[in-house]
């Protein structure tokens, strides 16, 4: 990579409990091996906890967005805000997507990029009651 640090983009939506902690984890660790990470989450779901830690957290760049949890016409607006920050701020080593929703966006949006995309599943849809 040239001598530069592993540049990672991290997207995530639900950011609350277990997986904001995951997030911020990842995060916290991938800094202190010297990456340069970027978090794309939306602020509709978090936590105090998150929030909090977030603030912290500051060789970590942020931006939020706001998503629906479902699949929703608005997801398709969502994937262009996150290219356009890829363009603004990449280019990226690796896009990584958290959750059902985080996941959908970071393939949507590396869609022709070349760049690895991975996915971490925090929960199953099938068990969610509704």
């Not at 805000?81 to 059902?100: L, N, Q, T």
Request: glycine residues 12%; positive net charge.
């Amino acid at each position: 990579m040239n001598g530069r640090p592993l540049k990672v983009l991290m997207i995530a939506e639900a950011c609350g409990g277990g997986a904001g902690r995951h997030v911020l984890d990842l995060s916290e660790g991938l800094l202190a091996r010297g990456c340069d990470v970027h978090l794309l989450h939306s602020p509709g779901r978090t936590d105090a906890f998150f929030r909090e830690r977030l603030g912290r957290l500051g060789a970590l760049r942020h931006a939020s967005y706001p998503l629906r949890r479902g699949i929703h016409p608005a997801d398709v607006a969502a994937a262009h805000w996150v290219r356009r920050y890829i363009r603004e701020h990449g280019a990226f080593d690796v896009i990584h997507g958290h959750s059902a929703k985080g996941g959908a966006l970071a393939r949507l949006a590396a869609w022709r990029l070349q760049t690895p995309v991975f996915y971490t599943l925090h929960g199953f849809i099938a068990m969610d009651p509704s």
